[in-house]
């Protein structure tokens, strides 16, 4: 049998025909290789490609030559919109006009992220379109409808700019609020044409929460329902699967959403119940508020009787009653006789929350108060293992799920990865060979005599580091903090240099990102959301600066069960996990073979803890140095050797 990866990838083959200059990865041949043999042998696939490798064309490959001669339809779900729509919109359109097999690829998102025609037109009869918002908003909404009228897939990612919830959710709706058969739109429906092509595709691309709800679903209903069947699976950014899975089979419970409830039972026509739901909800959630300020109690509730929710819950009894009626009656027309139907769903749904949420009745959760920055309380629920449902719904019922990312190892292992997701153990492992040679590209940097991340001292000794790594690398630099804290603390030290300080929050993710690569010698300083997706090449990202080791937040209540239940958790969790943390903001730094530059870790404990050769020996094998006036050295000579 003629091997398909050798034609598409050596010298000479499909690759090199297409793009002069091409040169093979080898990193990227082992992965698509791995990839293949997952999928010819009926096994899973754990697969580390560094940055550079270009792990999405590897596993494309063999995704597209499977559903083309094997005729297996293959699911690829991402952890985030941007990957997504490389994949659709640039990966396999190039791959479908360069490989000799035909196949077809669809998107699938969630139903909130398309144009509902029926949410549409409900908007307009209620005058919420014109007239309800500010300047800015109103513009956006006139720009999204103007839009609406003439899109042909209601996809708000083809919007140029990123819609306010409260301007979107006048034009588009939740799977909860959809009216599905009953809808008068069904036939004209943004959300259903996608599902209908997904259906017949041979690749879907979609997302985690996508793919969770499908799982969700089936195991309610024993069907496949929201994403087609599948025969192999891949999971790109695998390193989060483990958290969204956490957050999508958790959930949050506001005094909102009750509220909306209310509202409901008015439209239904019942406005006492609707009274009598918002009183309810009110004296339920000043309750829940009173047990968040109280102090025997922690942001984690330990134990029932916080609150009392039998008012609560017998409205919500009688709501489900009349909405069941209301949906059940032919005398009323098919569209209210639908919301009836989703109002008798979503109160349902909210009833068993709150009561799991007020009586802590599942082991496998943990339940916390959470305030928002206004006050109000919310009943907050996640999953503390997500290994054990992940190993029975996706690994035992798909012959191959091939797991990708930059970072699944630590310490040159998948144990934790495999712990984390159920991954069972006969899986095929490969950490492909990175394309940068970072022992002459890169530096590390860990300073010498700085205090303790705890000691008070510490904000002051590493702005003044932090000052010293911006002259030295004429600015230049990426800023990556593990608290708004310290990056404030520092930014107030060293803005009003001679560089250009650019700072989260202050503007976008994705403007913030665009002026900092073309400001040349400008500084970015960004939290938890800088540490991963942020890919600037070239000198404008020449120093990279981390002020601690990324370990979670130990308020966390998921991290707070999971070290209840595991003495060991700190090296068992909480290092593994702070390693994939620090590798990916790393990874920020060489993003080409002609990249150079250095990392600045502020955190000594990584070179004088015993637990820090871990976090060294999860890194690439770089030139390291405790001096940072060594890195004017490195600097020179690597901008000497680039160019000669």
Known sequence: MQDYISQVFDHGGLFALRFPGYEARDGQVALARAVD??????RHVLGEG????????????PAIWHSHVEKKRVVIATANIALQEQLVRKDLPMLASVLPWKFSFALLKG????VCLDRLAESEARGELHGLFDHDFQGQLDDALSWANSTATGDVSELPFIPAPQVWSKLAVSSDDCKSDRCQFR????SERARLAAQDADIVVTNYHLLFAHIAVRQATGQELVLPPYDFLILDEAHEAADIAREFFGFSLSEHTFLRLASAAAELGNRRLAAELRQEAQKLFEQVGAASRSPRSSRRLGSPGF?????????LQSLIALANHKAEDDSFPNKARATARNVARNAGVAC?????????????????????????????AKRIDVGPLLRTELFDKCPSVALMSATLTTANTFEFVRRELGVPENAIELVAATPFDFESQALLVVPEQLPDPRDPEFVDAISSVFRDVLDLCDGRTLGLFTSYRNLNAVYERVVGGRHRILRQGDLPRPELTRRFAQDVSSVLLGTESFWTGIDVAGEALTGLVI????????DDPVIEAICERDPRAFDNYLVPRAIIALRQGVGRLIRSKTDFGVVVILDKRIAEKGYGKRFLASLPRMLSTRRVSNIARFLGEAANARAS
């Open 37 to 42: 043999e997952g999928m010819r042998s009926g």
């Open 50 to 61: 560094p940055c550079g490798t270009g792990k999405s064309i590897a596993y494309a490959v």
């Open 111 to 114: 139903r909130n992220n398309y």
């Open 187 to 190: 036939d004209q429906c943004f």
């Open 307 to 315: 609150a009392s929710a039998a008012g609560l819950t017998r409205c």
């Open 352 to 380: 068993e929350r709150l009561n799991e949420a007020v009586e802590l009745s599942d082991s496998g959760k943990v339940y916390w108060i959470e305030v928002d920055p206004k006050g109000r309380p919310k009943l907050r």
């Open 547 to 554: 002020d601690k080791l990324p370990f979670p937040s130990p």
